[in-house]
């Protein structure tokens, strides 16, 4: 079966930077989209950032843009989301996804599978 598993969370100060990771199995990973969303503590899921099955095309949030970079490693089957100056804002749980249908989808039920999610959280 598909398994999504994220790493990389903790505890930062502001402006640190983190790198979140996802490893993937049980998938051709290649030929899905993946993406990330987060939930933060009394707010509702959100989109993040989402990369194409090949890597040659990323989404962000507006809220992120500029801070946080997604990327893959389709020989490895992982997902990265590299973190910098990072905000108190951002404290969150993280999870990561895959679309099946390769693209870039901003809507979290656009996704086929989920994580479990990883914790990074952000003190001023």
């Known amino acids: 079966q598909v398994q999504l598993v994220e790493s990389g969370g903790g505890s930062v100060q502001a402006g640190d930077s983190l790198r979140l990771s996802c490893a993937a199995s049980?998938?051709?990973?290649?030929?899905?989209?993946m993406g990330w969303s987060r939930q933060g503590p009394g707010k509702e899921r959100e989109f993040v950032a989402a990369?194409?099955?090949?890597?040659?095309?990323?989404l962000y949030s507006d809220s992120v843009k500029g801070r946080l970079t997604i990327s893959r490693d389709n020989a490895k089957n992982t997902v990265y989301l590299q973190m910098n100056s990072l905000k108190p804002e951002d404290t969150a749980v993280y999870y990561c996804?895959?679309?099946?249908?390769?693209?870039?989808?901003?809507?979290?039920?656009?996704?086929?599978?989920w994580g479990q999610g990883t914790q990074v959280t952000v003190s001023s």
């Open positions: 990369i194409t099955g090949s890597g040659l095309l990323t």
């Open positions: 996804g895959a679309d099946k249908t390769s693209r870039l989808v901003r809507s979290l039920s656009g996704y086929d599978y």
């Open positions: 049980g998938l051709t990973f290649s030929t899905y989209a």
